[in-house]
Nanobody
Framework: QVQLVESGGGLVQPGGSLRLSCAASTSFFRSYIIGWYRQAPGNQRELVAEIRDGGSSNYGDPVKGRFTISRDNAKKMVSLHMNNLKPEDTAVYYC?????????WGQGTQVTVSS
């Protein structure tokens, strides 16, 4: 079992920045692909970004060039730096850890982009 705790959400104006953090409780952190997903009301959950041990990463098309994901294996943490935020980025953001077909989810953190 892996517990994931997100932090860093909040209210920000369009064009602003936020950093989300995800702390994981597992001795095998490096074995997991860690990702951020988001879900807006009425929408399906979608991939924002994910990162593997070693640093290779993937991004969802809507956030490419604006968001950056990073991981610190020693601290068992993954961060998502979000720049140039837009109202359409408003959603609950979830941290995800996966290995093979096994997924773990955090409780989510709300990000609201509004003036």
């Amino acid at each position: 079992q892996v517990q994931l705790v997100e932090s860093g959400g909040g209210l920000v104006q369009p064009g602003g920045s936020l950093r989300l953090s995800c702390a994981a409780s597992t001795s095998f952190f490096r074995s997991y692909i860690i990702g951020w997903y988001r879900q807006a009301p009425g929408n399906q959950r979608e991939l924002v970004a994910e990162i593997r041990d070693g640093g290779s990463s993937n991004y969802g098309d809507p956030v490419k060039g604006r968001f950056t994901i990073s991981r610190d294996n020693a601290k068992k943490m993954v961060s998502l730096h979000m720049n140039n935020l837009k109202p359409e980025d408003t959603a609950v953001y979830y941290c995800n850890a996966r290995i093979g077909s096994t997924y773990y989810w955090g409780q989510g953190t709300q990000v609201t982009v509004s003036s």
